[in-house]
């Protein structure tokens, strides 16, 4: 209890900054809906935001460094609230993309500072109850920010006030903390050839889970829009999809310390195929199996990410793991760049179908690799546990090097290279 009120002002602005940054997406496409944007141009806001984040994430602790802890955070949640004010100065597709860039960097600037700050802060013994607490804080709050649209009127001035408003709400607890702020953090070299050396399938899953993860919820209302969803059913819909995602992670992570990780990937793969496959045929017919499949989905393929970075660890050493936690949000960052614009632009010729035909090709190109994959290359000698990874800043790597250390809670004989 004690360390969770030490860290109060953390965890405060973690909420505040995803009720406020995890609703931009959703609420952008439905605007644009609106305002008659087209499809393309509603997946260009998507891309941008993530051009954006990657940027941001490169940026982050080397202004941390000139400034400090709660200035880069202060600068950081001010880009934020800026782009959400500017919306309806200028109602214009690239200009919102532009804007969107502005969001991207305030978001993996604000975690990143966050994040840095954790990790000066707790000790080898807390570690594991901080990043605990801090996951379910921040996906407790990504859960609730999908919610945040079914209040929201799409292209309406109050709504990107109220956005703005609670990302200048962000900036109170940590700016008014009396914690002194940390030593400045090193920034991670970004290498991302790495990841590529120590697992080319890692690369690829985090590619495929960017593919999943960005399209879905950057495009994901055009979706339902196009199949006959209302606005407080597409945020079930989006809610549905990162709820199944928190639920996956227990038993994905007991899968993948007691079982070889390549399998797990693949059958989780399979299972996203099969989830799309469903979508499709299912359309939006029966509003309730719509829902209940967006949550299969997301238990499916929310926790890919995240078994590819503790495969990839298998192969690394411990010097490696915050550079290999850089290059794989690398990755991500290109494929969550490339996701939404590319859907978008499949929905506008081919229909809304075309969104999960989309994510179930590239979730079967990941599960030919890995089968190419286990032929080439025996499991790891030593494996590591596997830890929920956000994809959140560079940062991140710092916090779960130590976890990953740890052995695994359950073993089992390595499976034979040719399984």
């Known amino acids: 209890m004690r360390m969770i009120i030490s860290f109060s002002a953390l965890f405060l602005s973690v909420i505040l900054l995803q009720l406020s940054s995890g609703g931009v997406g959703p609420l952008d496409a439905l605007s644009g809906i609106v305002l008659g944007f087209s499809t393309s141009q509603i997946g260009l806001l998507g891309s941008a935001h993530f051009f954006g984040f990657f940027i941001g994430c490169w940026w982050a602790p ?6 400090g802890h709660s200035r880069a955070f202060a600068a950081f949640t001010a880009t934020g609230a800026i782009s959400m004010i500017a919306h309806f100065v200028v109602v ?44 379910v804080v921040d996906m407790g709050a990504s859960l609730a920010a999908q919610l945040v649209i079914s209040v929201l009127e799409p292209a309406a001035y109050v709504s990107y006030n109220i956005l703005a408003i609670l990302f200048c709400a962000a900036l109170l607890p940590i ?8 030593a400045t953090p090193d920034a991670p070299r970004l290498r991302p050839m790495l990841a590529v050396s120590r697992s080319p399938l890692a690369a690829a899953g985090v590619v495929v889970a960017a593919l999943s993860s960005a399209s879905f919820r950057m495009v994901g209302p055009v979706y339902g829009t196009e199949v006959g969803l209302q606005t407080n059913q597409i945020a079930w819909f989006l809610a549905a999809f990162v709820l199944g995602g928190a639920l996956a992670q227990y038993p994905v992570g007991w899968l993948a310390d007691k079982y070889d990780r390549r399998w797990v990937l693949i059958w989780l793969s399979a ?40 495969h990839a660890n298998d192969f690394a050493t411990s010097e490696e793991r915050v550079e290999l936690s850089a290059a794989l949000m690398f990755f991500y960052a290109l494929g969550a760049i490339a996701a939404p614009l590319f859907a978008s632009g499949l929905i506008q010729r081919y229909g809304p179908s075309a969104l999960f035909v989309m994510i ?60």
């Not at 990143?112 to 607490?133: D, F, I, P, S, Y």
């Open 271 to 310: 299972a996203a195929v099969g989830s799309c496959i469903t979508t499709i045929l299912i359309g939006g017919g029966n509003t309730t199996l719509v829902m209940l499949n967006a949550t299969v989905f997301g238990l499916t393929a929310f926790p890919i990410y995240s078994v590819a970075a503790a």
């Open 62 to 67: 080397r202004l941390i460094g000139n400034v």
């Open 360 to 419: 179930a090709v590239g979730h079967v190109v990941l599960i030919v690799f890995g089968l190419t994959r286990m032929r080439a290359r025996p499991t790891a000698e030593k494996r590591t546990r596997y830890v929920y990874a956000p994809r959140t800043s560079f940062t991140i790597g710092r916090l779960t090097r130590r976890q990953r250390e740890t052995p695994p809670r359950t073993t089992k004989d390595e499976n034979d290279p040719d399984e």
């Open 175 to 182: 700016t008014l903390t009396r914690s002194p702020q940390p």
């Open 92 to 135: 214009d597709p690239i200009a919102w993309a532009l804007m969107r860039v502005g969001s991207g960097l305030c978001v993996a600037g604000c975690y990143t500072v966050v994040e840095a700050w954790l990790q000066a802060k707790v000790t080898n013994e807390t570690r594991g109850r901080a990043m605990g607490v801090y996951r």
